[in-house]
């Protein structure tokens, strides 16, 4: 029996951005923007969100940044920009997740909804739902659950016996090991809040 939950969805998350080994670059742009939709009861996925984004500041992915998360120049070429992205992903919401709903952003880290989003919406003058201002960072509910706070997801799945599904750094492959571990740890009993809110 799973400790019963204030939502009824989460929402897990995990960009992938421009990126090089070493280097920073700037400004770094969003090139994979997936969001699992997760049955806050039964833990299941109920809903997908992936799509590609074409970076238009620095076009060209680096081979660094192709090895680390196999997505290709073609596929970003193809892509649409953030702004229509974005907007594709707020209808999502609307439509698949609905606003009245009671819903938690769940991420590994603070990076991708403190850092990469505001810096990316910023770029072209867009606001930043109130809706991606709360979120709850998984790695602090599996310190609280485990005792033992990690830098990253895979100490997290070998903490709790999970094996990896898919490839590292695909940022839809993230999300879906994330959901896994949001469901271990609600079969611990873990209670989910948020950990994190912008002013």
């Avoid at 049955?39 to 238009?56: G, H, I, L, M, S």
């Avoid at 603070?110 to 201002?133: E, H």
């Avoid at 485990?146 to 492959?173: E, S």
Wanted: proline share 6%; aromatic share 12%; hydrophobic share 40%.
């Amino acid at each position: 029996m799973k400790k019963a939950q204030r939502y009824d969805y989460f929402l897990v998350l995990d960009f992938e951005a421009t990126c090089d080994d070493g280097k920073k670059i700037n400004p770094q742009e969003i090139i994979e923007f997936p969001v699992l939709k997760v049955n806050a009861k039964t833990y299941e996925v109920e809903d997908t969100f992936q799509q590609f984004v074409r970076p238009v500041h620095h076009p060209n992915l680096t081979a660094f940044c192709t090895h680390l998360t196999t997505i290709t120049q073609e596929e970003v070429n193809s892509a649409k920009v953030f702004q229509e992205v974005f907007q594709d992903f707020r209808q999502w919401m609307e439509e698949k997740v609905g606003l009245d709903k009671r819903f938690l952003f769940v991420t590994c880290g603070d990076w991708d909804l403190k850092t990469m989003l505001p810096s990316q919406c910023a770029l072209y003058n867009i606001p930043v739902p109130p809706y991606c201002k709360v979120w709850l960072n998984i790695k602090k509910s599996y310190a609280i659950k485990k005792g033992d706070y990690v830098k990253g997801m895979y100490p997290m799945l070998d903490g709790l016996n999970l094996k990896a599904v898919g490839t590292p750094h695909r940022g839809i492959d993230d999300c879906k090991n994330i959901a896994n571990i949001l469901r271990a740890l609600a079969n611990l009993q873990c209670e989910f809040l948020p950990t994190y809110y912008v002013e």
